[in-house]
């Protein structure tokens, strides 16, 4: 089955800077690419994803890249916020198991 | 919508009671997945179920635990007997069955096992 892995595990930014999580994945055939914002305490919530058919899809702040070829994507949070704090999960997926990251836990500091 | 709906919200019980946790998706999704998350092991699969059919219960760690779907809009996940080492976070997730569609969580169902 397919594996992920996510790196770093924890990061920690100022105010103002930039975060960048990445993740890899072993199966070709995945071609849907979620990425989830778990706060606290609540659900894992949906923020962004990347089907394969597009390198790279922006919503304001947060940005996600996929490279297919070196079976790799990205997640990119400009400007970050202290309500940016939080457990960031990827996935993949060739159908209707997602296949998810271990999460990375992200510190921004006021 | 109202969303993925579990309940309870929270649960205490002690070692050897059985519990139950139940699961209503969001209308129209006929996928259903549910998940447990710990510190140590993170997000972890337990089982899916499409169109009320459980498609891979390889996730679910023993005997003790069981799902059923009896209709598109239930689910339930039985512990019998609950040990301390089932405490955790449990979620629910509800999708189309298609290749990439979005999951919705539930709010989970925090399990404590004395």
Known sequence: ?110 | DAGVIQSPRHEVTEMGQEVTLRCKPISGHNSLFWYRQTMMRGLELLIYFNNNVPIDDSGMPEDRFSAKMPNASFSTLKIQPSEPRDSAVYFCASSLVQGGSTQYFGPGTRLTVL
């Open chain 1, 1 to 110: 089955g397919e594996n992920v892995e996510q790196h770093p595990s924890t990061l920690s930014v100022q105010e103002g800077d930039s975060a960048v999580i990445k993740c890899t994945y072993s199966d070709s055939a995945s071609n849907y690419f979620p990425w989830y914002k778990q706060e606290l305490g609540k659900r894992p919530q949906l923020i962004i994803d990347i089907r394969s058919n597009v390198g790279e899809k922006k919503d304001q702040r947060i940005a996600v890249t996929l490279n297919k070829t070196a079976k790799h994507f990205s997640l990119h949070i400009t400007e970050t916020q202290p309500e940016d704090s939080a457990v960031y999960f990827c996935a993949a997926t060739t159908g209707n198991q997602f296949y998810f990251g271990t999460g990375t836990s992200l510190t921004v500091i006021p």
